[in-house]
């Protein structure tokens, strides 16, 4: 079974700290993803990486960076958190061998409440 | 750039009635094409996922769906739900060639009464 983790279920930061959200994967997948989880916008893709350090801006870049170091894990970074960046974090992987038909899977999200 | 529309935000429905929740998109070019879920506190996870073929696909939990390219659609059907089946249901379209990532609707909450 695939496993997607995520350091943190629940985190709470103020205005202007530098946030780190950790996604770790177990099935030395080629993808990995992060999105932002909003009622009633759906997930909106923030980064993702198709190889270790290589990476490719989203939808909603803005106020994010991101690093991949090691094959199985993928970090974003919040430089200077904002209220406007309260929301679910989801983070996700996929093999890459598949392709455009690739299955992505699912990390259990980090609910981020800035301050 | 590519989008996807699902219309139905909240559908509440009696155990047993049938369920259908659209999903449009935009991208005129070929696509593959996802249904993902998310039970109350638990990870999204795969429903079912039409790439090539068939244009009906069945997958889990009784669920199916029809990809009718004629229409941009690819709605998503159970002839009868179960209370167990409440939950948050996202369409989503990969562009065959370019970007690797998906492209998610708003998501569509079903409550199931029993």
């Known amino acids: 079974d695939v496993k997607v983790t995520q350091s943190s279920r629940y985190l709470v930061k103020r205005t202007g700290e530098k946030v780190f959200l950790e996604c770790v994967q177990d099935m030395d997948h080629e993808n990995m993803f992060w999105y932002r989880q909003d009622p009633g916008l759906g997930l909106r893709l923030i980064y993702f990486?198709?190889?270790?350090?290589?990476?490719e801006k989203g939808d909603i870049p803005e106020g994010y960076s991101v690093s991949r170091e090691k094959k199985e894990r993928f970090s974003l970074i919040l430089e200077s958190a904002s209220t406007n960046q309260t929301s679910m974090y989801l983070c996700?992987?996929?093999?890459?061998?598949?392709?455009?038909?690739?299955?992505?899977?699912f990390g259990p999200g980090t609910r981020l409440t800035v301050l | 750039a590519q989008s996807v529309s699902q219309h139905n935000h909240h559908v509440i429905l009696s155990e047993a009635a049938s369920l259908e929740l659209g999903c449009n998109y935009s991208y005129g070019g070929t696509v593959n094409l996802f249904w993902y879920v998310q039970y109350p506190g638990q990870h999204l996870q795969l429903l079912l996922k039409y790439f090539s073929g068939d244009p009906l696909v069945k997958g889990i939990k009784g669920f199916e769906a029809e990809f009718i390219k004629s229409k941009f659609s690819f709605n998503l059907r159970k002839p009868s739900v179960q209370w167990s089946d409440t939950a948050e249901y996202f369409c989503?379209?990969?562009?065959?060639?370019?970007?690797?990532?998906?492209?998610f609707g708003s998501g569509t909450r079903l409550q199931v009464q029993p």
């Open positions: 990486s198709y190889d270790v350090k290589m990476k």
């Open positions: 989503a379209v990969k562009r065959y060639t370019g970007r690797r990532a998906l492209t």
């Open positions: 996700a992987s996929s093999s890459g061998a598949q392709g455009p038909t690739d299955t992505q899977y």
